[in-house]
């Protein structure tokens, strides 16, 4: 059975840093590409990032660009958000997401993703 699980959320302050790990199961995860997305209280879920199945492409939303890194570990089926200079208005729940790709890009639009984490809880607050 393909499972998604996310974990490293926590209570950081601003300024702070937290890693975010997407662990694959049932599944060879470097068949995927993955996403990262992030819902807030009362806002509709955004996409984050996303990384190619080969790990040679990624693609960062605006908001975050310059702070996160994503990278992936396709030995261990894992997929790392790399979160720096967290800001209150990063607080949110993060989920990873994969979708069958071979080849091109991808991207942040959740539509795009069939397979879904349950989420981990990012806060961001002094």
């Known amino acids: 059975q393909l499972q998604l699980v996310e974990s490293g959320g926590g209570l950081v302050q601003p300024g702070g840093s937290l890693r975010l790990s997407c662990s694959a199961s049932g599944f060879t995860s470097d068949y995927y590409h993955i996403g990262w997305f992030r819902q807030a209280p009362g806002k509709e879920r955004e996409g984050v990032s996303c990384?190619?199945?080969?790990?040679?492409?990624?693609y960062y939303a605006d908001s975050v660009k310059g702070r996160f890194t994503i990278s992936r570990d396709n030995a261990k089926n894992t997929v790392y958000l790399q979160m720096n200079s967290l800001k209150p208005e990063d607080t949110a729940v993060y989920y990873c997401?994969?979708?069958?790709?071979?080849?091109?890009?991808?991207?942040?639009?959740?539509?795009?993703?069939?397979?879904w984490g349950q989420g981990t809880q990012v806060t961001v607050s002094s």
């Open positions: 997401a994969a979708v069958y790709r071979l080849f091109g890009r991808c991207v942040i639009y959740t539509d795009e993703y069939r397979y």
């Open positions: 990384i190619t199945s080969s790990g040679g492409n990624t």
